[in-house]
Nanobody
């Protein structure tokens, strides 16, 4: 599976931003797609995931209520709507996918390039 992330940018605290992840290749074998992020000097952390063929979702506690993950099957694209952005959301966001029946764990088989999100005060 190939993943192409886009949509990052520079925003102010409290603003919204939407990231996109376009998937191609063996999407029929994909169980879940989602996002990780890595801030400077920090470990990579899970953000959100959605089941490719269903509606199940999972979120990190730090983004619950602010971020929403969704999927457009016709476009083979997953979106991450990020609202009420905080300074601590600044990171490189990576799109990831797995064939395994989990809503992403720490070892997704597929990962796209990152897109930088910078939240300023």
């Amino acid at each position: 599976v190939q993943l192409q992330a886009s949509g990052g940018g520079l925003v102010q605290a409290g603003d919204s931003l939407r990231l996109s992840c376009a998937a191609s290749g063996r999407t029929s074998s994909t169980y879940a797609v989602g996002w990780f992020r890595q801030a400077p000097g920090k470990e990579r952390e899970f953000v959100a995931a959605i089941r490719w063929g269903g509606i199940s979702t999972r979120y990190a506690d730090s983004v619950k209520g602010r971020f929403t993950i969704s999927r457009d099957s016709a476009k083979n694209t997953v979106y991450l709507q990020m609202n009420s952005l905080k300074l601590e959301d600044t990171a490189v966001y990576y799109c990831a996918a797995t064939f395994r029946p989990v809503l992403l764990d720490t070892r997704p088989e597929f990962r796209g390039q990152g897109t930088l999100v910078t939240v300023s005060s």
